[in-house]
C-alpha cells in the first residue's frame, strides 16, 4: 500500500529556496501522476503542483514561476524546488498520487513544515 516520506523543510528567509523531496513506496511509482499540496492553519489543504510524465509539469496561480516539481522515476521520488519564497507560503507540505487526494478517505504522510520568516 501507498507509503509517502516527505523532507526537507525548514525554515528560510523571504527570498529564500528550499528544496522538498517525497520518497514513494508500495506503488508503481511510474504509472501515477503525483502532486505537492500544502496546508496552513486555518485553511483547507490546497494543490500547489502535479506532474505526471517528467515533460507534464502544472502549478497553482502562486506557484508559477517560483516552484518546480519534478520526480525521478528510478528513485520512487518526488520534488518540489521552491524559489523566491514569500512568507504565504509557510505550511505544512505533503505529497501524494492524485489518485489518492481525491479518495474519499485518503492516506497522507507527516508532511514537512516550510516556515518562512525573517
Known amino acids: 500500500q501507498l507509503q509517502v516520506v516527505e523532507s526537507g523543510g525548514g525554515l528560510v528567509q523571504p527570498g529564500g529556496s528550499l528544496r522538498l523531496s517525497c520518497v514513494v513506496s508500495?506503488?508503481?511509482?511510474?504509472?501515477?501522476?503525483m502532486g505537492w499540496y500544502r496546508q496552513s492553519p486555518g485553511k483547507q489543504r490546497e494543490l500547489v503542483a502535479r506532474?505526471?510524465?517528467?515533460?507534464?509539469?502544472t502549478y497553482t496561480d502562486s506557484a508559477k514561476g517560483r516552484f518546480i516539481i519534478s520526480r525521478d522515476n528510478t528513485k520512487n521520488t518526488v520534488y518540489l524546488q521552491m524559489n523566491s519564497l514569500k512568507p504565504e507560503d509557510t505550511a505544512l507540505y505533503y505529497c501524494?498520487?492524485?489518485?489518492?487526494?481525491?479518495?474519499?478517505?485518503?492516506?497522507w504522510g507527516q508532511g514537512t513544515q516550510v516556515t518562512v520568516s525573517s
Open positions: 501524494n498520487t492524485l489518485t489518492m487526494a481525491d479518495s474519499p478517505d485518503p492516506y
Open positions: 508500495g506503488i508503481e511509482f511510474s504509472a501515477y501522476a
Open positions: 506532474i505526471a510524465g517528467p515533460r507534464f509539469p
